[in-house]
């Protein structure tokens, strides 16, 4: 590792104090790796700044000294954007203590919140006012709203409320110089010059650090009903996503789609889930539906839009939930199938999107592909059929050696990336460029748009010291 003089250790420990400066070995360890174990990064220091007065303090010397700096929430990211770089001396800047809830406006349906809130506290904090936030992921137990902003996390309810983007009002970020821009406005509508918010969420760090964010409430919904039903094809569980879009409306605030596959890993490994149907069947959409009415009201439209499919022959067989306990165990099973894969050996993931209506065209010609490269890989594709955002992952075929499957990755990426570009889509749909799509971003985007990218990076962080070899080859 490239060393950081023993001096400039000092002066950055200083700011913190030495007991939120961590050093040792075991300490920084588990700031270094990714949740999938695939990046590895290392550091000579790890600071835990307790305030945004510390945050510029750090950045100015930061510029001062040409020393890099990795931002990093809950460590929940996908793409190693929050692991500093191997073999660099990159400082890792940890905004865990920054976690207070500053405000809570039910009557303004806002709330602002530290960059280092866990999302599911926030949605605590929302809930105690009689709001919902309704951002929800998987890791909403561990991921910080910052890192969420800072890649644009979706989720499960993109489809009713967008992703972290359209949930964001405001924020406040320290510039790589120390500066703090406060830009913690809650108005909805602000048409004066550039809006300097959006450069920074979906940055992944490299243009700043954001410290705290304004973000919408919303009502709680009065009635909530979630279904699961088994359908025979993709196909037919997109012709059921526009049924549902046509009957519920705004009321649709969720559209999963689930592959048998998943179900067999899930209720395999995952304590607690179990096939929610008596027979099985290729396919399955968890429908999720609230309504501003009441649960009865919610429940009677479920049930029509079930009874119409079924009499279409859409769906073979579904189950509505029956309680608040059941629903969140068929969200439980659809959020477990990610982890359900562990087991199973390597696992080479895509976060991808393309256009609603070709997501059944999409699903044939990359299964095809990637079985032609490697016979015998088991395809478990599921995702947010109703925003277009499939997580195309591919389990080592049975008895393979994992590692010999997980070198593979390039060659299965470029297989299944080329189709989704082939359709329109996009290779990072909520997770990310990070370091794992770096380079192939500067190969798929054209060259005005990279030497933009590049031209915003120099404005904002002309010594490059702010999270150096993430989207961009940019930096120190």
């Known amino acids: 590792m490239t060393a950081l003089p023993a001096d400039l250790i000092s002066r950055f420990s200083a700011i913190t104090g030495e007991k939120f400066a961590l050093t040792d070995a075991s300490a920084v360890a588990p700031y270094l790796v990714e949740t999938r174990g695939i990046f590895h990064g290392t550091t000579p220091l790890v600071l835990r700044p307790g305030s945004v007065g510390e945050i510029s303090e750090i950045l100015k010397l930061a510029t001062a000294t040409d020393t890099a700096i990795v931002p990093q929430g809950g460590n929940t990211g996908h793409v190693a954007g929050q692991i500093p770089r191997e073999g660099a001396a990159d400082v890792v800047l940890s905004l865990s203590r920054l976690n207070r809830i500053r405000d809570v406006d039910p009557v303004g349906n806002v709330i602002v919140v530290d960059a280092g809130c866990v999302l599911a506290d926030i949605q605590k904090a929302a809930e105690a006012a009689g709001r919902l936030f309704p951002l929800s992921l998987g890791s909403e137990g561990t991921c910080q709203i910052g890192g969420n902003l800072s890649s ?215 299964d095809d592909a990637v079985t032609a490269v490697i016979p015998g890989a088991r395809i478990c594709a599921f995702g947010h059929m109703g925003d277009g955002n499939i997580h195309y992952n591919i389990s080592q075929p049975v008895g393979a050696d994992k590692q010999a499957f997980l070198d593979r990755w390039k060659d299965v990426s470029a297989v299944v990336h080329g189709i989704v570009l082939k359709f329109g889509g996009s290779i990072s749909a909520e997770h990310g460029i990070g370091q794992l799509k770096r380079d192939e971003l500067a190969e798929i985007r054209a060259p005005i748009e990279i030497d933009l990218m590049r031209r915003i990076k120099h404005a904002f962080d002309p010594a490059g010291i702010m999270n150096p070899g993430k989207v961009l080859q940019t930096g120190l």
Request: glycine share 10%; proline share 4%.
């Open 152 to 366: 644009n996390a979706g989720g499960t309810a993109v489809l009713a409320y967008g992703n972290a983007r359209q949930l964001c009002l405001g924020l406040e970020v320290v510039l790589p110089t120390g500066e703090v821009w406060d830009g913690l406005r809650r108005l909805k509508k602000d048409n004066t010059g550039y809006d300097l918010r959006d450069l920074f969420i979906g940055a992944e760090g490299t243009l700043g650090v954001i410290t705290g964010a304004v973000m919408k409430l919303v009502p709680r919904p009065a009635g909530h009903e979630v279904a699961f039903a088994g359908l025979r094809s993709v196909a037919d569980t997109l012709a059921l996503f526009e049924l549902a879009s046509q009957r519920c409306g705004e009321a649709l605030t969720g559209f999963e789609l689930v592959p048998r596959i998943g179900i067999d890993f899930a209720s395999r490994h995952i304590p607690g889930v179990r096939d929610p149907l008596q027979t099985r069947h290729d396919w399955y959409a968890l429908i999720d539906v609230s309504t501003s009415v009441s649960d009865e009201a919610a429940r009677e439209m479920i049930e029509a839009l079930l009874a119409d499919a079924i009499e279409k022959e859409l769906v073979q067989d579904a189950v509505i939930a029956a309680s608040g306990e059941q629903r969140r165990a068929l969200w439980h099973m659809r959020e477990s199938l990610s982890l359900a894969q562990r087991p199973e050996g390597g696992s080479i993931k895509h976060d991808v999107s393309v256009p609603v209506s070709s997501i059944p065209a999409f699903m044939a010609e990359a």
